[in-house]
């Protein structure tokens, strides 16, 4: 019993999941675009050992979209915790990471589902919901979480490519999910979207992300009024800076300052906000809640 115990403590430790929340300044380091969270250092944390499941999504089936790495990893893991099987959207080139998330899915003594393909094409979407379905008999909760961000010192500088694939990312393949979950989703069915801090205070390096982020909170607050009705409930999680793969394939070397500006002076850790993903998708906790942005700010008060 003391060599399971202690080998469990080891596989934490290798993964980056046991320790303090690692502080500014991170190590500097560089990854081409989308990013691997297993070639990070330090690992993001996102199994939340601290964290205690108690059945909230008992018997349910979940599709979170970019759930290969970072806030999708967390929330899959957790959401499993709870109950849940899980499905996970991923590019193909992200395999690594979302073969990794499934794993510990499974630990967590949940079915998982890898679903390999890019959000943008509204056909591959359609197709992940109905294979969710397929495998799972039923789809009770999507996660539109997938996302591509680029920074850029001025308008001049993003092309009409990076312009068109930042929206067919972050708000068409949020359309796109939806609209092909809505048929499945049953009376008390959730979905909750991933915003951004930079979608209400805005981005001079991020002009196209932050607004799509914008987009995101309006189609949020937008979706949830069209089905209330149908008992559908849709809420947004918005972080400020969080330790992902997201950031390290676009700040590069700048990632060492990544949420020095915040009041906690660090990034957030996944599994500090996947709780908030937990809350959404649970009747149990936010039953009379739609068309809420939820932000998570490390101590910043000033957000819309």
């Not at 499905?87 to 979302?98: M, S």
């Not at 919901?129 to 909760?141: A, P, R, S, W, Y």
């Not at 390096?205 to 995101?216: C, M, N, P, R, V």
Request: aromatic residues 8%; neutral net charge.
């Amino acid at each position: 019993m003391a060599k399971a115990g202690k080998a469990k403590k080891e596989s934490k430790a290798k993964t980056g999941q046991s320790g303090a929340k690692p502080k500014n300044p991170l190590p500097a380091q560089e990854q081409p675009r989308p990013g691997i969270e297993a070639e990070m250092t330090p690992r993001p944390q996102f199994l939340g050992p601290n964290y205690k499941g108690s059945g909230k999504l008992e018997g349910k089936a979940a599709l979170i979209t970019g759930g290969d790495s970072g806030i999708g990893k967390s929330v899959a893991v957790f959401y499993a915790r709870e109950g849940a099987d899980v499905a996970i959207v991923y590019l193909p080139e992200e395999e690594i990471d979302a073969k990794e998330t499934a794993k510990f899915i499974e630990k967590e003594g949940k079915r998982s589902l890898l679903i390999p393909g890019d959000v943008k094409d509204p056909k591959f979407c359609k197709s992940a919901i109905e294979k969710t379905v397929k495998e799972f008999g039923k789809l009770d909760i999507l996660v539109n979480n997938a996302a591509f961000q680029h920074h850029q010192d001025s308008i001049e500088d993003i092309s009409d490519e990076q312009f068109e694939k930042t929206f067919r990312t972050n708000i068409f393949g949020y359309f796109y999910m939806a609209k092909a979950a809505i048929k499945h989703l049953p009376k008390g069915g959730a979905i909750v979207n991933t915003g951004s801090i930079t979608g209400l205070e805005g981005s001079a390096e991020l002009l196209d992300y932050s607004a799509t982020k914008g987009a995101i909170h309006a189609f949020t607050k937008s979706l949830a009024q069209s089905l209330v009705e149908k008992e559908i409930r849709v809420n947004c999680v918005s972080p400020g800076p969080v330790w992902t793969p997201l950031n390290v394939a676009d700040k590069k070397k700048e990632v060492a300052k990544h949420g020095a500006d915040t009041p906690m002076k660090r990034p957030a850790q996944p599994e500090e906000v996947a709780p908030a993903f937990v809350f959404f998708a649970s009747n149990t906790d936010s039953s009379y809640i739609t068309g809420e942005v939820l932000t998570l700010l490390g101590g910043e008060t000033t957000a819309a």
